[in-house]
């Protein structure tokens, strides 16, 4: 559930940019008192996502517009089927409907991919599927909440929600240990710490300086094995960067907790969905 | 050139969705006064966008930052690459990071993907590929910056940038004769009238009633020409709709005038930047 | 129809400017249930215009108020005539008086202008009158909408709808002709491309480049028809700049398209309207 | 001096406004590089009005535009003298041109009309002219500013910067005395307290009930001297609705301390100023 | 009464800070159609204050929810209490809980102690306590509110709602005469000329040349007698700076008009509420 | 280090509230070419906190103001010490006065209570004081910040930075397990899971199901004592609630790891700072 106040505050700044300067066209075609019929309609086979967003859009352009869900979010919908209606006043439909498909487009897409993610996880498998911080400038808690939707798991949400320790951090600490006896001091007890080590060797280091979650960074199949061992019962071990659908089969077998995918939110393709609109009258 | 305001207030919102609450990992483990160097490195064959607003990324955490431009907009960069330069405070650098690479990625993808459409055109073609309106909410501005950078042409910025009348505007006003002889009415002089058409038919109707360009909806390859020669020197006749690279050389000879393509900026894929750091003492 | 969330955040940002710190008049001499009727009143002959953001600013201080609409938009009111009645607590009417008023005052009295240009035109003249982008800031979506009601039509919305090329550009260009081949190249192709011109060498010069409009600059009466034959079926002829009322019949006769005039929204008289309160009862 | 932040905050709403989706029309002519001098001519006689706003638009297109104050706030300009100049990137002048035009050009029309009330007082008058709370949305506080460099003064600047009981306060509250009574003990002890008085009979009540300013509505030449006797020593009378600049002499003559006139914001007609640019090279 | 827009704008830029990413704690363990009942409650003797802004924390989060005022604004309350109480969802209930109390313990802190200084008036007592411009930034309206609420006054708003001349600006205008002319000069004549005094010289001084308000800066108490006699008829008389409860009756018996206490909004410390939820069904 | 455009927007929102409509008085009484020296003064023993909001308030009023730091950030300052001196024009130094200290005696205010519990904790002590999400709406980065610089420890950030299950979660789930269970699936696996217990039973279920941290509520002394022994090596102990600066020793001893406190920011009281002007020449 995303708060109407955060929902609305992110479809305002869309609907300003594309309709800020009214919509001659359908003020010149379509009479003012003409109601009708919108259905979003999927394209293609997809996991549905965003209805509270595309109700957002509507409301936010003619709050007497009614919207009824079709298609739970989550569900699998298959090309042709009505995800959601919007009813009421043709030009108020007509002037959301392209901000109102941007979003939704974008949502589904990544709820969609992140499903793929999941399903090729071994059955029973416990490792989980996470995004990163490499969201769309605007749209985060938009783009997290579609990764749930597809059934995969959020990363931390901002740079104060958790900590990550990079080599960046590292070097400048002065080594492994004391940047995480750094970050144990400032952070909140109730942020976990994690670090990304490229080595065996600095996997102990990270693992006797107490890291909450270590990640192996371009660590050989082998190696993430071994890393998975040491790591047991001590941290969580999680693998990131440019991994593809057929790794994770591998990955899961070798024990990782986690493995965290940027394209989820970075390279989801938009899907194509559509609005057919049925006049009701005038 | 992106008019500063406008860049610093979309910039800004995505720190404050990122940075808001602080950067406890940076600030425990790097020193308040220590400095460095941030390059941004190509990982792969790039056509370069988004300096400006890496640039006011940085600008917005820590005005003393000082930026350099290594590769100028719309060249084409490979595999290591350096973009662009940030130098000064450490912790500026890294708290901006990553709201300033979620930017430039998305950027240089656009840009990017926009460039193989356009080279996908035989030598010496007239017809123009350009963006539509599918883009991310909110960063509109920057995405057509970006299909330009790479090449391709902008379509009309927002619904009241010029007339673009689709089927259901043509069914409220009762026919394309009616909807084209109202749009003209109240649309600015200075607005382009485009209209989608069906058939042939329906294309002759257009052109009658004076539409400046048509667009046209799921013709075959031969209609497709056979529409080009009755508008030719009558209307601009534009292609949409799920145009893949390998239909351009077709669609050229034909004489399409435009070719619009919703994925240059709804599914461009990011492309993969790296900050690299280097400490420059304290 | 401007959408309800482009007009709330226009009345908001004024509402805040006015009651930002409340109402102390108004606390302290009308009792917390008070309820009461508000009628707004002409008080001179007028174009109505601005009943939506009269019942915006009243919902925005408080979504309880009734509002009706009592002469529609456009229609033409007399001293004494009842525009709009709000109906619920005394106190937020009250409140939101002035601020409700400053829009429609403006509103009305620009559509009441753009009505007398209009009918300064001959019948049956098929001469456009237009505003500029000469608006006030922060109100544009607004005073373009009051041009429309009052029957007269808009230019282009943003410097991103058009091509308006002036003489600085066509210097710096180096010259009419490339001026207009750099626009046509770089422009959406559904943007009209309009050039200014200060001769009849130089409408010749745009005709031939392809300009789709041509603004005269400062033409003596025979210049303009000259101008207006050469250009008859080739491009549509504008005439700008300090147009008073008594040339229209003249500049209609000569054949020009369209007139465009600053004054209908930079210069309009504010129209004075009041609200008439009746106590309802507490 | 308005501060800095207030000024930034207005007008970079004007430019997402105008200037948000970019002007192909300056990408496409004028090359990058390309620098220029912009200089603001007055096209008429008129108090100049605006110099930090003009500024501010510039600033926030391009912070390296380097800008000069020609002729002073409040001093008297006749057609040709320059007003300020702004040099630089020739696309940044170009880009903000039409929105600091239209900021300025209407806060000289309001200096300007201003300045002709005051002037048509006569000669050692101790009448103030001021202005009221009919401004435009959202400019309040530039359009006071206005007021003030034209001679003239400020009304009370919103609803709690005192008090201003009007005819529908009064019936509400019971009557003139008891108005004034719960306002007094409501209201801040640094407010002033006026109200709307229609008879001389109200005069006294208000008096007598220890109104600070006393407004006469409506009351005939006769009357309004009588009023302004019986409250001397009492309380400042204001005169508002309505006031022609000949009604001044004699209203002033009369020993009103003040006249309101809300023309000088409302309905200021925009003054004609112009940018000329002259190139600089690239 | 606080319009409803100013209110809805501060309170969604609360929730934004709080509840921006979501809250997974509550999406996690609640039930998606779970609705339930919270009562605010009082934990110790409080003035209740704030309900409308209860009211718009929970109308952000989910307008389905429904909302009842238990207990009066500004009247007394006792441990146990039960202020208001909301319905609907147990989710949005939960997620905007922490927002909503945050408000109402800092606006019910100010009124409870607003109360114990208007309290501590002898009887019949005619002095006014009030508050200063040390509120906390961002809710300046909402805690003037408070201060009214408890049953003391508010100071001027802001800097524009009225003069206060203190010693720097009495030097850099020469002297005490000549500040009070320019300001009388330049402030709106609705605005009161307040200024601060040294010694009962300036304060004659400050008489003489018509000061609407003196405050004294540091009298001793018999000085503030004397200061009283002869600002009589004159000029109120306003005590400010580190008054302490004790010291209200002696400085009440003396005449002072108006003591103003700084601590009402920048010290009053929150009350303790909590939210008791109770289960209603799914 | 708080990033400039997140306190550049929080400060430009409190400058709108007060300085929105110009600050008259030192407009009239303070010359255009004035300059002067403003040194922030402590008038009591203080830790120092909020140096760079100082800065950041009047660089918005006037950036060509000169700012610079005399006492370091959590360096204990005693009546009389100057904090930060202000330079340059005397009006933009008297405009932002107010504001800037509003911010910094309510910052001073809470780093110095935060060092106060801090102080209060026995030599060597590994308890933590940290603070609450009781924070002001609006202002929560900065007290943050003053907390840390007050040497305790920030809890949570956001209601998305972690998951804290409370009574009203664990009914609602069904149960201390099922509720564990439900947030470790959902939340990040960055976040820790925290858990309010009521008993010695409760945290044994709290500590099976795998609880990061646990909180106390309203345990007796010995039961702490207990807790304590229990969780020992499995989670983190939390003490929460109305604790005051005098069982800080005892809470200590007991090895209770956090303890965590509301007042730190909600009832900090302000410090008294103020603003020492000295002319500087015009």
Redesign the interface.
């Known amino acids: 559930?995303?708060?109407?106040?955060?929902l609305t505050?992110?479809?305002?700044?869309?609907?300003?940019?594309?309709?800020?300067?009214?919509?001659?066209?359908?003020?010149?075609?379509?009479?003012?008192g003409?109601t009708?019929i919108g259905r979003a309609v999927a394209k293609a086979e997809i996991i549905v996502c965003g209805g509270e967003v595309f109700r957002a859009v509507f409301a936010?352009?003619?709050?007497t517009l009614e919207l009824s869900v079709e298609t739970a979010e989550g569900d699998r919908a298959v090309r042709g089927d009505i995800l959601w209606t919007v009813r009421g006043?043709?030009?108020?439909i007509?002037?959301?409907e392209?901000?109102a498909?941007?979003?939704v487009?974008?949502l589904s897409?990544i709820a969609t991919l992140a499903r793929r993610y999941v399903d090729a996880l071994p059955p029973g498998s416990r490792t989980?599927v996470?995004d990163t911080?490499?969201?769309?400038?605007?749209?985060?808690?938009l783009e997290?909440?579609a990764v749930?939707t597809g059934g995969a798991?959020?990363?931390?949400?901002?740079?104060?929600?958790?900590?990550?320790?990079k080599d960046?951090?590292?070097?400048?600490?002065g080594g492994i240990g004391e940047?995480l006896h750094?970050?144990r001091?400032?952070?909140?007890?109730?942020?976990?710490i994690?670090i990304e080590v490229e080595s065996l060797e600095a996997l102990d280091e990270a693992l006797d300086a107490g890291a909450d979650?270590v990640m192996l960074d371009n660590f050989a199949p082998g190696a993430i094995e071994e890393a998975v061992k040491r790591a047991a019962g001590r941290a969580?071990v999680?693998v990131s960067g440019?991994v593809t659908l057929d790794r994770l089969p591998e990955l899961s077998r070798s024990g990782v907790?986690?493995v965290s995918v940027?394209?989820l939110t970075?390279?989801a393709?938009?899907l194509?969905l559509s609005l057919r609109?049925e006049?009701a009258g005038a």
């Open positions: 559930m995303i708060p109407r106040a955060i505050s992110i479809v305002e700044r869309a609907l300003e940019e594309d309709l800020g300067g009214g919509d001659p066209t359908t003020e010149a075609t379509v009479d003012e003409a009708a936010a352009v003619d709050p006043s043709a030009r108020a007509l002037m959301g392209r901000t498909l941007n979003f487009q974008r897409g989980r996470t911080r490499k969201t769309t400038p605007g749209l985060r808690v997290r909440y749930r798991s959020n990363h931390r949400d901002t740079l104060s929600s958790a900590v990550l320790i960046n951090h590292i070097v400048a600490a940047a750094r970050a001091r400032l952070a909140p007890h109730t942020s976990k994690e979650i969580l999680e440019n907790n986690v940027g394209a970075h390279s393709p938009a194509d609109l006049a």
